[in-house]
């Protein structure tokens, strides 16, 4: 077809197809063993399937209220209450979503003006610099520790400047696993007393945390809950990442702004799915169950890589792992991912994607979401490499 005579003038001329879909296509095309875009491969609860087809045989199947179905915001806001002790009104305080991604983005488009300063930590997943910028807004990128992805909480408080209007944080981290510790939240809490920044807590792996670690949601913390858009997704807690379902929580002041938008580019998600998932959240074993079962996945997985050359620290949360390659090539890590696909029939994502500058660190991760068969497969490819 030919291109109209109009001018093209895209609001994102530097952004490129995501990632995820280059790899997932690449992956896709050589017939390789995926393990890049962040989901599983093993079946859902059919519990799940049942309850959303009995809510779509009840005749749940016209628009569900602006903010969400209640029985589902209530469900939300007591998981809340009851995990992390802080009171949201499911009124006025709490949003079912198009996954987190659209959380985050309303959140953003909601308050960053043209001109205004976000700081982002790298390596950062990639959703939120492309929403700043359609914004008109500036990501100031702060670089985490290439070894153990630790903030310099000194360097993040110096990129602070009157034009900082919002910070974004990702805990437990993509694609680093690192879970931050209730210190590193207080000290967040600390340089942020001062300012009016509005903080995004990406909490989609809030339930993915291992070796008896606590997840510290930003809804902790007194004065970062005051300024804090938590966001998380069903889709990673509940193995439904084709769902596309989250949520957010925020101060009515806060929420009140994100709603205005919110009507307008979404108004309401998918009924029947929210009918379910407030019966389904009921049981809180389905969710605080996770950390073991992805754990276990973690381990037979790292257990497996015993004469890989990689090398590699385990994960603290998410369900990926980076793997290490410094050691034994100086290639690129797009050029070692690209040759896992062609030559060896493995995906993994590249973590240069993630940073500033593509800055290289020789790291690839894998997701571990993964059947003990498909994890196996893969680790006797990794070990004959
Ligand atoms: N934040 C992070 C850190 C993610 O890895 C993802 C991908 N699941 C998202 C947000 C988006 O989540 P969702 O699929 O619920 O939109
Ligand atoms: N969150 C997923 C990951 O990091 C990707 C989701 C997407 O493809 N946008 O793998």
Request: with cysteine; net charge neutral.
């Amino acid at each position: 077809m030919e291109t109209s005579k109009h001018e093209l003038r895209s609001k994102l001329p530097n952004v490129a197809t995501t990632i995820f879909t280059r790899i997932g296509n690449l992956a896709r095309e050589h017939n390789a063993l995926d393990l890049s875009q962040g989901f599983p491969n093993f079946e859902m609860d059919p519990e799940l399937i049942a309850l959303t087809t009995e809510a779509m045989k009840k005749g749940f199947n016209q628009y569900a209220p602006m903010q969400g179905y209640f029985g589902l915001r209530t469900a939300i806001a007591d998981k809340i209450q009851r995990l992390h002790g802080r009171t949201y009104d499911p009124d006025t305080e709490i949003t079912v979503t198009v996954g987190a991604t659209q959380a985050i983005f309303t959140a953003i488009t909601a308050f960053v003006h043209p001109g205004d300063e976000v700081i982002v930590l790298k390596p950062a997943y990639d959703c939120y610099e492309p929403a700043i910028v359609l914004n008109g807004g500036i990501p100031i990128p702060v670089q985490l520790n290439n070894t153990d992805f630790k903030v310099d909480w000194a360097l993040l408080k110096s990129k602070i400047t009157a034009k900082t209007r919002m910070l974004i944080i990702n805990t437990p981290h993509n694609p680093s696993g690192r879970v931050f510790s209730e210190n590193d939240m207080l000290q967040l809490q600390e340089i942020l007393k001062p300012t009016n920044i509005i903080l995004i807590s990406d909490e989609a792996y809030e339930h993915l945390v291992f070796d008896e670690r606590v997840h510290w949601s930003a809804a902790r913390f007194t004065d970062l809950a005051s300024r804090t858009f938590v966001c998380a997704s069903f889709g990673k807690t509940f193995h439904i990442t084709g769902w596309k379902m989250g949520y957010c929580a925020a101060p009515k002041a806060l929420m009140t702004a994100f709603l205005k938008i919110h009507q307008f580019a979404v108004f309401s998600i998918h009924h029947p799915v929210q009918r379910a998932m407030a019966v389904y959240l009921q049981n809180a074993d389905r969710y605080l169950g996770l950390p073991a079962f992805y754990q276990q996945k973690r381990d037979f997985f790292l257990g497996q890589l015993d004469r890989s050359k990689f090398t590699f620290t385990p994960t603290e949360g998410t369900y990926f792992q980076l793997l290490d390659f410094s050691e034994w090539s100086n290639d690129s890590d797009e050029a070692i991912a690209e040759r896992l696909i062609v030559a060896h029939k493995l995906a993994c994502i590249p973590i240069s994607s993630f940073n500033e500058g593509r800055l290289d660190h020789r790291l690839l991760r894998f997701c571990f979401a993964k059947t003990e068969e498909t994890l196996e497969q893969a680790a006797a490819i990794l070990n004959r490499l």
